[in-house]
Each structure stands twice: as structure tokens, then as C-alpha cells.
Nanobody, 124 residues
């Protein structure tokens, strides 16, 4: 079993920053990729960023490139998402998700493990 727990969401103003963290526990040796997705009300899951569990290679959606940074903390077994220059359109529930296959994929259906999500609200 694998457990993923997100933290760090909140209510901020446009232009502010937030840092989300995803703590992984359990049988994480089977992980290859960890991604962040988000879901706004009435919309489907949207890929945000991904990183290989080794910490090498990062991937971003065009909508967040240059503003968000995904990173891996091996000591803490966490994957963080630093979000800068937040915009109202970044408002969503943010989820971390783990994939137990080596290929990096952007479709939410390709991820095997999910956290419970954390709300990010950006006011204008």
C-alpha cells in the first residue's frame, strides 16, 4: 500500500506564492513518477507538473511553466510544488499522484495512487 498526503493549500491573493507538499509513505519503492494534478469546479483533472521519483527530470504544463517548480526531498520522502505568481485561474483542488510505471504520462488515468487533495484559492 502507498499513502500520499498533501498539505500547504490555502487562500491567497493574485501574485502571491504557495508551497504544496506531498508526503509519501508505504511501498514507495514501486514509484517511478510523481505528479501534481488539479481540478477546478466542473472541470476534469488537469496535469500540472511531474518529477521522476529519483528526482531527475521535471515536466510542466504550459500554463504553469516558469511559475511553478516541482522538487523532490529524498530525506523527507516528499515532493513539493512551489507556486509563484499565482493567478485566479490557478484556483482548484490540487492532488499528488503516483505512477508505478517508468514512462512519464500527463493523463490522470495513468496514475495509480492519489492523495486526498488540498484546496488552493487565488483571489483577484
Amino acid at each position: 500500500q502507498v499513502q500520499l498526503v498533501e498539505s500547504g493549500g490555502g487562500l491567497v491573493q493574485a501574485g502571491d506564492s504557495l508551497r504544496l507538499s506531498c508526503a509519501a509513505s508505504g511501498r514507495t519503492f514501486g514509484f517511478y513518477v510523481l505528479g501534481w494534478f488539479r481540478q477546478a469546479p466542473g472541470k476534469e483533472y488537469e496535469f500540472v507538473a511531474a518529477i521522476r521519483w529519483s528526482g531527475e527530470n521535471t515536466y510542466y504544463a504550459d500554463s504553469v511553466k516558469g511559475r511553478f517548480t516541482i522538487s523532490r526531498d529524498n530525506a523527507k520522502n516528499t515532493v513539493d510544488l512551489q507556486m509563484n505568481s499565482l493567478k485566479p485561474e490557478d484556483t482548484a483542488v490540487y492532488y499528488c499522484a503516483g505512477r508505478n510505471s517508468p514512462a512519464v504520462r500527463y493523463e490522470w488515468q495513468q496514475y495509480n495512487y492519489w492523495g486526498q487533495g488540498t484546496q488552493v484559492t487565488v483571489s483577484s
